[in-house]
């Protein structure tokens, strides 16, 4: 008889944890007939608030529309120059393009990988009329910094929690206070509800522009019939999509306790030589403060004789997904044609060089953890120069 290997599921990544109860429910809403933005959609906003201690909460289909429509309740448009950080997603520099304004750029931290206050405070100019950081990875933004430097020049802030639901600043979750925050709910984020995303505001106002524009711009007059006074899209989340948010909502301290065991796991046994350069850790008396949505390192690519792509290759061939967090957003095609070179952001530009993301997510056993740490430190021994 031969001894065979026992098989080693692939280890993803990012990988959402949906139960028998989830299913369960999406089933019912199926059932009953409402699919679309019905009673769910109303919970679930609900719950969202009651969260985010009583701020006004409304969903739309991704964090990316919730950043669109954001920058629209501020009145950014045509003319506006926004900062942002030139290390985060796609998204914001897209959606300030879209609604007509620049994105202007400053440089991260290179191990917070948040956005640089200095150069924040530099780059305002009579044009400035908001700033747009990132929690990157889960790790709240100086928020004291942050409203610091909003109140003293008058700009709006639009935070992108898309990372950074659960994540507290202070002993006070992120998005129950500030400005305007955007999450998401994809299902690499620390809770899905498949697609979809949400805006917390304040101003009642606001919050009734912010409908509008989610749903054709329609408002409702009091003989029945409906009118239109602004070019509103249509970005309702489904019923279906809410009620998978109600119970990731429930689970959604759990999840993200479990992310932090995790996180610390790694801290704990990821030694390699060469080293890798690994991400902050929360800051000093928050350990609670950081959801942990990714652990992103960098890679030792100058003392290693295989570069990036090789190096998730030869994870790949051992089970494990390795994921790219992110590209410098002043490179895309898109932000080149308003100036942006290489050079501008050396940090940004290093950590899109040699950023690897290693799988975390609730559902990993430290045993996981300690399986991605064995094979980096042999992949990297391996290429060591
Ligand atoms: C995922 C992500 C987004 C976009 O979220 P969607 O819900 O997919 O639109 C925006 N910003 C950051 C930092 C993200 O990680």
Request: neutral net charge; glycine residues 8%; contains cysteine.
């Amino acid at each position: 008889m031969t001894a065979r290997t026992p098989v080693v599921p692939y280890l993803p990544f990012a990988r959402p944890s949906i139960d028998e109860e989830t299913i369960a429910g999406v089933v019912e809403v199926l059932r009953s007939g409402w699919i679309a933005s019905g009673p769910n959609v109303l919970k679930f906003e609900q719950a969202l608030s009651e969260y985010h201690e009583g701020r006004p909460a409304r969903v739309v289909t991704s964090a990316t529309a919730a950043l669109e429509l954001a920058l629209q309740v501020a009145g950014v448009g045509p003319g506006a120059e926004v900062i942002t950080s030139a290390m985060s997603f796609f998204a914001a520099p897209n959606m300030i393009v879209k609604v007509g304004a620049k994105p202007v750029f400053v440089d991260c931290d290179l191990i917070t990988r948040n956005i640089d206050f200095d150069q924040v405070e530099a780059s305002i100019t009579p044009r400035t009329r908001a700033i747009m950081p990132t929690h990157f990875a889960g790790l709240p933004v100086d928020m004291e910094r942050l409203y610091a430097i909003a109140h003293k020049y008058g700009l709006r802030v639009i935070e992108d929690a898309a990372l950074a639901i659960g994540s507290r600043w202070r002993g006070q979750r992120i998005g129950a206070f500030g400005d305007l925050v955007a999450l998401s709910f994809h299902p690499n984020k620390n809770m899905t509800t498949i697609e979809g995303g949400a805006l917390l505001m304040s101003d009642a106002a606001e919050v009734r522009l912010f409908e509008k524009l989610r749903f054709h711009g329609i408002v409702r007059l009091p003989d029945g019939t409906r009118d239109v006074d602004v070019a509103g899209g249509k970005f309702n989340l489904p019923d279906v999509n809410a009620r998978i948010g109600l119970a990731q909502l429930a689970r959604l301290e759990e999840f993200n306790a479990a992310r932090r065991v995790l996180a610390g796991r790694y801290f704990a046994n990821l030694r390699t030589d060469p080293q890798c350069v690994l991400p902050a850790h929360a800051y000093a008396g928050e350990e609670e403060g950081h959801s942990w949505n990714m652990f992103c390192v960098l890679l030792p690519l100058e003392r290693l004789d295989i570069t990036r792509r090789q190096f998730i290759e030869a994870m790949h061939a051992r089970g494990i997904g390795i994921g790219i967090s992110y590209e410098a957003l002043h490179l895309t095609t898109l932000c080149r044609g308003f100036g942006y070179r290489e050079g501008d952001y050396p940090n940004a530009e290093r950590i899109a060089r040699e950023t690897a993301t290693l799988p975390l997510f609730p559902a990993m056993s430290a045993g996981d953890v300690d399986r991605v740490c064995q094979a980096v430190a042999e992949v990297l021994a391996g290429a060591r120069r």
